[in-house]
C-alpha cells in the first residue's frame, strides 16, 4: 500500500471527477492520502474532502504564496480549523523566491508564526522550500521542537543531511523520476530510507512516463519504483516503508 503525502484534491484540475479520482485509489492501491492546504479557502476544502473519504487526511496552513492579503485573524482560523480531527499538519508553509510577488520579509513572518503554532500544537508541518534553501534551513533551525516533512525537496544532499539530523523528513514527486534528475536521486542515496517519503503534489508534477499529464496519486508508484532503484529495494519494500514513515510522522494509525 501507498501513502500519497501530498495531494491537492480541491485544485479545480479535479472539478469533472475529483470523486471518481478519489473513490478509485484504494483499488489502485494508494490507501492513505494527506492533502495540504494553501489558504483559508483551501483549508476548508481540504477538510471537507477528509470528511468525506476515511484514507483522506488533510493539512491547514498558508502558503507563501498566498501571504498577502491575510485577514487580521488568519492565524487563529488556522488554529481552529487545525483542532479537525482528520488534519494531521499544519502546511503547506514555507518560502517561495521563485515568484516575486509576496515580499520576503512576509513570507518569513508567516512562516514563521505557523511553525510557532505547530510548535505550540505538537502537530508536524508541511515545508514548501523553492528557491529558498538558505532561509529555509536557518529559520527551521531557530525552532528546535518543530517536525515535519521538507515536500518536494530539491536542496542538497549536505543540506539533506543536515535536515535529517535535526529530525525533519524528505518527500519527493515526480521530478525524482525524470531522465535528467541528479541532484534528487544524490539525496536519496544519502537519506535513511525512514526519513523518506513519496508525494504526487498533483495536480502538477506528473511523473516519467505521465509528464505532462495531469498527475494523481495513482502514480505515485512510479516515485517509489524510482527510490527502489537507487536504494536497491523492491517496490513493495519502499511502498511499506513510506508509508510507515507517514504514518508515523502525521500520527496516522
Ligand atoms: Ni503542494
Same mark, same amino acid.
Do not use: N
Given at each position: 500500500m501507498l501513502f500519497d503525502t501530498h495531494a491537492h484534491y480541491y485544485d479545480q484540475a479535479f472539478d469533472g471527477d475529483r470523486d471518481a479520482v478519489l473513490a478509485a485509489l484504494?483499488?489502485?492501491?494508494?490507501?492513505?492520502?494527506?492533502?495540504?492546504?494553501?489558504?483559508?479557502?483551501?483549508?476548508?476544502?481540504?477538510?471537507?474532502?477528509?470528511?468525506?473519504?476515511?484514507?483522506?487526511?488533510?493539512?491547514?496552513?498558508?502558503?507563501?504564496?498566498?501571504?498577502?492579503?491575510?485577514?487580521?485573524?488568519?492565524?487563529?482560523?488556522?488554529?481552529?480549523?487545525?483542532?479537525h480531527p482528520k488534519v494531521k499538519a499544519i502546511g503547506e508553509i514555507g518560502l517561495d523566491y521563485y515568484w516575486k510577488e509576496v515580499p520576503h520579509?512576509?513570507?518569513?513572518?508567516?512562516?514563521?508564526?505557523?511553525?510557532?503554532?505547530?510548535?505550540r500544537l505538537d502537530l508536524p508541518v508541511i515545508v514548501h522550500d523553492r528557491e529558498a534553501h538558505g532561509d529555509?534551513?536557518?529559520?527551521v533551525r531557530a525552532f528546535p521542537g518543530a517536525r515535519g516533512v521538507f515536500h518536494c525537496y530539491s536542496g542538497?544532499?549536505?543540506?539533506?543531511?543536515?535536515?535529517?539530523?535535526l529530525g525533519w523528513h524528505l518527500s519527493f514527486t515526480g521530478t525524482i523520476t525524470f531522465k535528467n534528475a541528479r541532484k534528487g536521486p544524490e539525496v536519496v542515496a544519502a537519506v535513511?530510507?525512514?526519513? $523518506?517519503? /513519496? %508525494?504526487?503534489? &498533483?495536480?502538477?508534477?506528473?511523473?516519467?512516463?505521465? *509528464?505532462?499529464?495531469?498527475? +494523481?496519486?495513482?502514480?505515485?508508484?512510479r516515485m517509489a519504483e524510482a527510490i527502489g532503484d537507487i536504494k536497491? $529495494?523492491? /517496490? %513493495?519494500?519502499? &511502498?511499506?516503508?513510506?508509508t510507515e514513515n507517514?504514518? *508515523?510522522?502525521?500520527?496516522? +494509525?
Open positions: 484504494p483499488e489502485s492501491g494508494v490507501g492513505l492520502v494527506l492533502c495540504p492546504a494553501c489558504d483559508l479557502e483551501s483549508c476548508r476544502a481540504a477538510i471537507q474532502l477528509a470528511e468525506a473519504y476515511p484514507y483522506v487526511y488533510a493539512a491547514v496552513g498558508i502558503h507563501p504564496e498566498d501571504a498577502l492579503g491575510l485577514p487580521p485573524d488568519w492565524l487563529q482560523q488556522v488554529e481552529a480549523m487545525s483542532r520579509d512576509l513570507q518569513k513572518e508567516v512562516f514563521q508564526a505557523q511553525l510557532s503554532l505547530a510548535q529555509c534551513l536557518s529559520i542538497s544532499a549536505e543540506d539533506a543531511k543536515t535536515l535529517v539530523a535513511p530510507m525512514e526519513r $523518506l517519503m /513519496v %508525494e504526487t503534489d &498533483a495536480p502538477y508534477m506528473a511523473p516519467v512516463p505521465f *509528464r505532462g499529464k495531469r498527475c +494523481d496519486s495513482r502514480y505515485v508508484y536497491g $529495494l523492491p /517496490v %513493495e519494500e519502499v &511502498a511499506r516503508i513510506t507517514g504514518k *508515523r510522522l502525521f500520527g496516522i +494509525d
